[in-house]
C-alpha cells in the first residue's frame, strides 16, 4: 500500500497555496493586545468627544506612543507580506525609501530653516510662529517689573494656561505666575493657590495677543490700570509673536472666577 501523498489535494496537482505562516506566539499577541489596551480606548473616546466640543491634540498625547507603535507594526506586517511576493529588486521597501528620506528632509527644514520658511509663510499657516519670541518678551517683562517703584512687589499673570506656563519660565528669575480666570475653562491653576495674598502689589498682565479693549473686571482688581501695549517680540534676528502687556498697580485682593466648574 502506498503511503498517502504529503501536502493533500494541491500537491497531488503541483501546485499549492505556498507554506503556511508562522504561528503568532503569545508574547506576541500579548504585546498587540497591550498596544492596543493603551491606544483605541483613548483615542475612539476624544474621538467621539471632538463632535461636541474643541478638542486639543495634547489631550488624547497619552495614546500616541502606543499607536506609533502599533501603525509601525503594521507597516512592517505589509512590508513583509510584499516582500515575500515580489522579486527583492522591486520590494516595497526599496520603494518607500524615497518617502521617508523625504519625509526626514522636510521635518528638519520645519525645526532648522525657520528663517527663510518665515517669509514664505505667513505666521497663520507656520505651525510653529507661535513658538518665536518667548525668550525676547521674558525680558521686556523683566525690564518693566525693574522699572516699576517696587520691583520686588509685582506678580506676573496671563488669562490663559499656556501663556502663564511660558511666563513662568521665560521671566528671568523664573517667578510664580497666577493665571485670571475671565471665563476660561478650568486649568491646574485654579487649584493652585492665587495672587489674593499679595494686596497693595502691582503686576503686569500679558495676553497671546495685543489687547482689543481692558477686561471689565480689571477695575475692581486694580485701583490703577496702565495703558496697552502691543509688543512686538523678536525672534534671531526676525518678527516674533506680538503680545498684549498692560501695567497694573495696587491689586486690591480680588482675582476672579468666573468658568462656574467648566472644563
Given at each position: 500500500q502506498p503511503p498517502p501523498a504529503v501536502g493533500g489535494r494541491g500537491a497531488a496537482r503541483g501546485g499549492g497555496a505556498g507554506p503556511a505562516p508562522p504561528p503568532v506566539s503569545d508574547a506576541t499577541i500579548r504585546e498587540s493586545v497591550l498596544l492596543c489596551a493603551g491606544f483605541w480606548p483613548l483615542f475612539l473616546f476624544f474621538l467621539v468627544w471632538s463632535l461636541h466640543t474643541r478638542i486639543y491634540p495634547n489631550w488624547s498625547a497619552m495614546c500616541y506612543a502606543a499607536g506609533l507603535i502599533l501603525a509601525a507594526r503594521g507597516v512592517s506586517d505589509l512590508l513583509e507580506k510584499y516582500r515575500g511576493i515580489e522579486k527583492p529588486a522591486q520590494s516595497w521597501?526599496?520603494?518607500?525609501?524615497?518617502?521617508?528620506?523625504?519625509?526626514?528632509?522636510?521635518?528638519?527644514?520645519?525645526?532648522?530653516?525657520?528663517?527663510?520658511?518665515?517669509?514664505?509663510?505667513?505666521?497663520?499657516?507656520?505651525?510653529?510662529?507661535?513658538?518665536?519670541?518667548?525668550?525676547?518678551?521674558?525680558?521686556?517683562?523683566?525690564?518693566?517689573?525693574?522699572?516699576?517703584?517696587?520691583?520686588d512687589k509685582v506678580f506676573f499673570f496671563s488669562d490663559s494656561y499656556d501663556v502663564t506656563a511660558q511666563l513662568a519660565f521665560y521671566v528671568p528669575g523664573q517667578p510664580r505666575a497666577y493665571c485670571a480666570d475671565f471665563g476660561r475653562r478650568l486649568s491646574q491653576y485654579d487649584f493652585w493657590p492665587g495672587p489674593e495674598e499679595y494686596e497693595g502689589w502691582d503686576a503686569v498682565y500679558v495676553r497671546r495677543t495685543p489687547f482689543s479693549k481692558p477686561d471689565p473686571l480689571l477695575p475692581a482688581m486694580f485701583l490703577r490700570l496702565g495703558k496697552p501695549e502691543a509688543y512686538a517680540s523678536r525672534h534671531r534676528g526676525g518678527p516674533g509673536r506680538t503680545f498684549g502687556v498692560m501695567v497694573l498697580q495696587s491689586f486690591t485682593g480680588k482675582w476672579p472666577h468666573m468658568s462656574k466648574g467648566i472644563y
Open positions: 521597501t526599496r520603494r518607500l525609501v524615497p518617502v521617508w528620506a523625504a519625509l526626514g528632509l522636510v521635518l528638519w527644514l520645519m525645526a532648522h530653516a525657520q528663517a527663510p520658511l518665515s517669509g514664505l509663510f505667513p505666521d497663520k499657516y507656520n505651525p510653529t510662529a507661535r513658538l518665536k519670541g518667548w525668550s525676547d518678551l521674558g525680558r521686556h517683562l523683566d525690564d518693566i517689573r525693574r522699572a516699576m517703584p517696587n520691583p
